[in-house]
């Protein structure tokens, strides 16, 4: 409990969530969700749970109707009834809309999205995950419908989602295993190891745990170590703030909150390359270094 990782932004948390799961060292999240907890993270995987498994009826009842496309409650609750009384899955009476009574206008919205579906599972032969799960947030409108929302939360949504399909073309471009080995790159294989990272437990915030932050949740706090990472130009600045010299003074402030919570010491890193938008880009080292 005496180490603090403190970053930028939220979406930074995931690298260090998985590095840490791989090593058995356990971590809390401070003042913030955990990055698979996190409902835009829950809202994509489950596409894509449901494409590789449209027998997956948690994540079918997250996304048949987000975002929206008039799939209502009565409808779900028709759809859950049918299902339950013939003893097959949601999915099932989906596809057979029309043998249930759904009203004319109901069938069509069922037919569309399971159309949809299908077109994307289509995909799972040709394509990698990252580049399904790109498309798959094109066409659903996910990805606009959070680039559009510019209110604080909207755009860090924005940048968690992001960070999710970077953690995806990350995976896809990772070589094979020692033996050199082909290693499965498909979007099911992809699943597969979220998923263990995706049941977290609630932990006390006391507890012997690495703490895991934003600089914003560290404000009065302080460690006996602590990790200020991504400390890269466009990130820490953060881009948005190099415009002007007021803005970047208030980041350069928070530069000093991060320096300052460390009680005995303190580690600067930064990335020499980093995903960003699904582009390896080189970065340079922030000015504040210096």
Known sequence: KDFAILYRTNAQSRAFEEALRRMGIPYTMYGGISFYQRKEIKDLVAYL????NPSDEEALKRIINYPARGIGKTTMDKLVLSANEQNVTM???MQKAADFGFRAGTKDLLEDFVT???SFASMLTRQNAYEVAVHVGKQTNLVRELFN????EGVQRYENIQELLNSIKEWTESPDNEEGEMVDKSLAAYLQQITLLTDTDEKDPDADTVKLMTIHAAKGLEFGCVFAAGLEEMLFPNAMSINSREELEEERRLFYVVITRAKQR???????????FGQLVQ???SRFIE
Do not use: Q
Request: no cysteine.
């Open 49 to 52: 749970r449901v494409i590789v």
């Open 91 to 93: 999915w099932e009476i």
């Open 116 to 118: 949809m579906i299908k």
């Open 149 to 152: 929302d510019k209110s604080t």
């Open 266 to 276: 303190l580690w600067i890193t930064y990335a020499n390359t980093r995903y960003r």
């Open 283 to 285: 970065n340079d080292p």
